[in-house]
């Protein structure tokens, strides 16, 4: 099970950082992304990172002000994010999947996860 939190409601320009905790297995083998839903649109990925932490893709709307990260000491990731923009705003979810590789053709392919956190809401307000 994955459980997200952090978000919030921040100023556009703030920051925000959001954690996803692994509980009942442990992911700590297993990359894992970040995804963000706003209303009424399909889900974007948002960042991604590999077992150990050494590999990490991002889009180009993250890329400079998203930084992902992991814990697995924890069985944690988390997502900084800076310089927060209104557009910004939507529902971030975590996920996973055992065969998820971090290359530019699967993960940021919703489909190509199995696990997925419930999401956290983050209000970027102008």
């Known amino acids: 099970q994955l459980q997200a939190s952090g978000g919030g409601l921040v100023q556009a320009g703030g920051s925000l950082r959001l954690s996803c905790a692994a509980s009942g297995r442990s992911f700590s083998g297993y990359a894992m992304g970040w995804f963000r839903q706003a209303p009424g649109k399909e889900r974007d990925f948002v960042s991604a990172?590999?077992?150990?932490?050494?590999?990490?893709y991002y889009p180009d709307s993250a890329k400079g002000r998203f930084t992902i990260s992991r814990d697995n000491a924890k069985n944690t990731i988390y997502l900084q994010m800076n310089s927060l923009k209104p557009e910004d705003t939507a529902v971030y979810y975590c996920?996973?999947?055992?065969?998820?590789?971090?290359?530019?053709?699967?993960?940021?392919?919703?489909?190509?996860?199995?696990?997925w956190g419930q999401g956290t809401q983050v209000t970027v307000s102008s």
């Open positions: 996920a996973t999947d055992p065969l998820l590789q971090v290359v530019v053709t699967t993960c940021p392919l919703a489909h190509e996860y199995d696990y």
């Open positions: 990172i590999n077992w150990s932490g050494s590999s990490t």
